[in-house]
């Protein structure tokens, strides 16, 4: 069964997995792999809680790049955490008031953006 494993590895191209399949047995092939995602999804959980923040840009580079360094991860982390920026409707001209998030013109008082649906503060 390593063996088939290895072979169709092999045959894709990838010669890491090929190799993994040589060496170890097929349960310690199965038991890195889920390691390695549970720790990928670890690695990656601040750019995950993060996702739908305006930031959500910034903090994955963040996560990516300083995430290895315990303090760049934590960062990213609280980062992910904090609230957004605040909202506004801001007059930009007479009678005129646009949402600070999309540039959507309010329609009247409004607690929430009906462009992008963002609370108004
Ligand atoms: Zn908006």
Redesign the pocket.
Known sequence: MAMEAAIIAHGAGCNFLAFLAYLKPEEDVKMFFSAGLGGLVLYFLPSIIGRNKRNAGAIFLLNFFLGWTVVGWIVAMVWACSENPP?HYVPVAPGGLF?T??G?PAAGPARF?A??G?VLY
Do not use: D, L, T
């Open positions: 909202v949402c998030a999309c959507h953006c462009s992008c963002r």
